[in-house]
């Protein structure tokens, strides 16, 4: 049995000790954790991302990673290689942990929820950050407060998913060019999710009506480019078959010119009429060149426009599903979290004042597989426990002194959900 006077001095304890960055080439990672990854010259493929339910990392350009139980070192390898497959050459790729994923301390504490991991933390410790020991009084006057609050957080995250879910459905639509979408097959047995779809439907085809709007604004310029290109084509062969009647005629007035039969001043004025239509020929080649870089030009703002739209849509397409992981690694959490808040059983025991006896129980995965163990104050917790303060039952006579508020106290909680 724990004693109330050790819990002081460890609360200022804790609130000296400061997070450590686990760098340690030991370490494994797993769903909840965030990774900082940095690309050597590639700032764009660099940052923080955190490992999904699925025990993957979502990274630019190469998509998902699997480093579930994978070492540093390990996990750096990996997507060192998938970049050095057909995206970089010889790409240097250095991790650390950024976050490690939390403990979370459930049951007869006072503020029951996920807390940040620190190196050497056990289990005195994590209870202390969640406030202690439960109190009886607390128990009895929070029950409800506690039980609504638990309850909004998972309808809260259970309506981000729908909408995470629908939105990704969307985007995907929208990067596969399709121009309707229905709901993901998970959500669609879920009610309140009518005008979720509808709202994302009329996102899709407004967007979609912009992009080919605008591409059809630039697509009407092409025409009109192409006859002016057509027009003075035909100019310039008039032109140039002009250029060479004048010719032939400069070549006959020559020979007049030496028999003595013509004049020279005549001559002149042939000879000027052939330069002012070689200089309007030399324009009209101007004019043709110009053109035809309008109309390249014009290829590629359509091309662009195109480009535009569908980074966008990768990069919300991105943002959503970084969401969605975050969602889901919350969200078993946090109904387990509602549900200790209906067992009130072992918390309205002890108001008789009889000695509280606890046991504490891990939950820790070991290869991927859960393991529940009995632990002591001084068990030293790893990140991503769960830490169960549970009450030993209390005798007989204590149980029938307090079983007309046992039953009382789950009544009120079923009549008071929202």
Same mark, same amino acid.
């Given at each position: ?38 690309? $050597? @010259?590639?700032?764009? #493929? *660099? %940052?923080?991302?955190?490992? &999904? =339910?699925? /025990? ?62 620190? $190196? @050497?933390?056990?289990? #005195? *410790? %994590?209870?202390?950050?969640? &406030? =202690?020991? /439960? ?284």
């Amino acid at each position: 049995m724990w004693r109330g006077r050790y819990l002081g001095p460890l609360l200022a304890a804790v609130g000296l000790v400061h997070p450590v960055v686990a760098q340690d080439a030991n370490y494994r990672l797993a769903p909840g954790d965030r990774v900082a990854v940095s690309v $050597y @010259g590639q700032a764009d #493929l *660099s %940052g923080e991302f955190g490992v &999904g =339910g699925g /025990g993957s990392l979502l990274l630019p350009l190469i998509g998902e990673v699997s480093v579930a139980a994978m070492t540093l070192p390990e996990a750096q390898k990996t997507i060192a290689e998938r970049l050095g497959d057909g995206f970089l050459q010889r790409p240097v790729v250095s991790l650390r942990i950024a976050e490690m994923r939390p403990i979370y301390v459930l049951g007869d504490v006072r503020l029951p929820g996920s807390y940040p991991f620190r $190196y @050497g933390s056990s289990v #005195l *410790s %994590g209870i202390a950050l969640a &406030g =202690g020991f /439960g109190i009886p009084e607390q128990a009895q006057t929070n029950l409800r407060t506690e039980f609504l609050a638990a309850d909004e957080r998972v309808r809260v995250l259970e309506a981000n998913r729908r909408l995470y879910l629908i939105r990704r459905a969307r985007l995907e639509a929208q990067r596969k060019n399709r121009n309707s979408f229905e709901a993901p097959f998970d959500v669609q047995a879920e009610g309140n999710i009518d005008h979720i779809l509808a709202e994302e439907r009329d996102i899709l085809a407004t967007q979609q009506g912009a992009l080919a709007q605008a591409i059809q604004s630039l697509q009407a310029q092409k025409p009109r480019l192409e006859a002016e290109i057509a027009g003075v084509r035909a100019q310039r062969t008039s032109e140039e078959t002009q250029l060479q009647l004048i010719q032939a005629h400069i070549e006959d007035y020559q020979k007049l010119m030496a028999s003595g039969l013509a004049r020279r001043y005549q001559g002149i004025e042939f000879q000027r009429e052939e330069a002012r239509n070689r200089g309007s020929i030399a324009r009209m080649n101007s004019d043709l060149a110009r053109l035809d870089l309008a109309l390249g030009d014009l290829v590629l703002r359509i091309q662009e426009t195109k480009d535009a739209y569908y980074r966008k849509v990768m990069s919300e397409l991105q943002e959503v599903t970084t969401r969605l992981v975050e969602n889901e690694t919350q969200l078993p959490i946090a109904r387990e979290i509602r549900e200790s808040r209906t067992q009130s059983g072992g918390a309205l025991a002890a108001f008789s004042g009889a000695p509280i006896k606890r046991k504490v129980f891990i939950t820790r995965v070991h290869d991927k597989v859960p393991e529940t163990f009995e632990a002591s104050e001084s068990t030293l917790l790893a990140p991503g426990d769960i830490v169960d303060v549970r009450r030993e039952p209390a005798s007989p006579k204590v149980q029938s002194s307090a079983a007309a508020l046992g039953d009382q106290a789950p009544q009120r909680i079923s009549d008071n959900r929202p």
